[in-house]
């Protein structure tokens, strides 16, 4: 299967601050997705983009499919981003079966 | 428009006794999708379930099946419970193969 791996595994930021949360994989997708997990451990949407770069709100992302990583950007974290971030990558010829990646924790303080 | 459902929310059985897992997809989705999340790692696929088949398989023993229903439902069972099975077990629909996936809420299944 496909190796994901995101940097940093934890991250503890002040209210205010910008930050950069890293997915690398092992081979070539057609399939990435950005999520977010809350403390009840709902899997939320943040982004699909198995490449370019997106915007939504205080959140970007961008893919580089042909090196193989995606990059998550948080600006202006607010303690409501709290959370573990995962990357997930499938390839068309696997359906839509996701590999994921251990995630990053992210503590935003007030 | 209702996202994807899962029941129950939390559940606990003891070693050797037998669970089902249910999930409602999205509305429009005919792809179900089940993984498992073992406490502080990503979530690991179990197996897809489309048009009713089992169209893919992760690495999970057979002691884990599932079964599709005409109308895209789906129901994980698991047998003989093992303590290592405790874990958070998620549902995701999408359609197509480079679609969005959307997953459900969990069920937190506790074996002791």
């Known amino acids: 299967g496909i190796q994901v791996e995101q940097s940093p595994p934890d991250l503890i930021l002040q209210e205010g601050a910008n930050s950069t949360l890293r997915c690398n994989f092992s081979?070539?997708?057609?399939?990435l997705q950005w999520f977010h997990q809350n403390p009840w451990g709902q899997l939320i949407n943040l982004f699909y983009?198995?490449?370019g770069t997106k915007q939504n709100g205080r959140l970007s992302a961008t893919t580089v499919a042909t090196e193989r990583y995606s990059l998550l950007y948080i600006s202006s974290s607010q303690t409501t981003d709290s959370g573990v971030y995962f990357c997930?990558?499938?390839?068309?010829?696997?359906?839509?079966?996701?590999?994921f990646g251990t995630g990053t924790s992210l503590t935003v303080i007030p | 428009d209702a996202g994807v459902t899962q029941s129950p929310t939390h559940l606990i059985k003891t070693r050797g006794q037998q669970v089902t897992l249910r999930c409602s997809p999205k509305?429009?989705?005919?792809?179900v999708s089940w993984y498992q999340q073992a406490l502080g790692q990503g979530p690991q696929f179990i197996f897809q379930?489309?048009?009713?088949?089992?169209?893919q398989r992760g690495n999970f023993p057979d002691r884990f099946s599932g079964h599709q229903f005409p109308n895209y439902s789906s129901e994980l069972n698991v047998n003989a419970l093992l303590l290592g099975d405790s874990a958070l077990y998620l549902c995701?629909?999408?359609?197509?193969?480079?679609?969005?996936?959307?997953f459900g809420p969990g069920t937190r299944l506790t074996v002791l």
């Open positions: 379930y489309y048009e009713e088949e089992e169209r």
């Open positions: 081979d070539s997708v057609n399939n």
């Open positions: 997930a990558v499938g390839q068309s010829n696997t359906g839509n079966q996701f590999y």
């Open positions: 995701a629909s999408s359609t197509g193969h480079t679609d969005t996936q959307y």
């Open positions: 983009i198995p490449s």
């Open positions: 509305s429009g989705h005919d792809t």
